[in-house]
């Protein structure tokens, strides 16, 4: 069982950064596979970065590539997401998850979620 928790959300300008960091509970985290999802309004939740339980693999949306940056410190049972060169199109709820395998794109293989921090970006 993993209990997850988001935070590092909130208000920031186009342009601008934000870090999000997930904690995680639980003896097992490192075995892990980690994802960061987002949920705009009205639009279906979307995977944004994934890494593997021993961070050698590490994949993102194409929509992110080059500006964010997903990390892991598995002494710390946390998994990090940079946010570079934020858009207003980023605004969204963002949601850590976790799975036990291999780093998947897709929401439904998911077993773990956290409640998500919202991001906001103005423009």
């Known amino acids: 069982q993993v209990q997850l928790v988001e935070s590092g959300g909130g208000l920031v300008q186009a342009g601008g950064s934000l870090r999000l960091s997930c904690a995680a509970s639980?003896?097992?985290?490192?075995?892990?596979?980690m994802g960061w999802f987002r949920q705009a309004p009205g639009k279906e939740r979307e995977f944004v970065a994934g890494i593997s339980w021993s961070s050698g693999g590490t994949i993102y949306a194409n929509s992110v590539k080059g500006r964010f940056t997903i990390s892991r410190d598995n002494t710390k049972n946390t998994v990090y997401l940079q946010m570079n060169s934020l858009r207003p199109e980023d605004t969204a709820v963002y949601y850590c998850?976790?799975?036990?395998?291999?780093?998947?794109?897709?929401?439904?293989?998911?077993?773990?979620w956290g409640q998500g921090t919202q991001v906001t970006v103005s423009s």
């Open positions: 639980g003896r097992t985290f490192s075995t892990y596979a």
């Open positions: 998850a976790a799975r036990q395998g291999l780093v998947v794109t897709t929401t439904t293989q998911y077993n773990y």
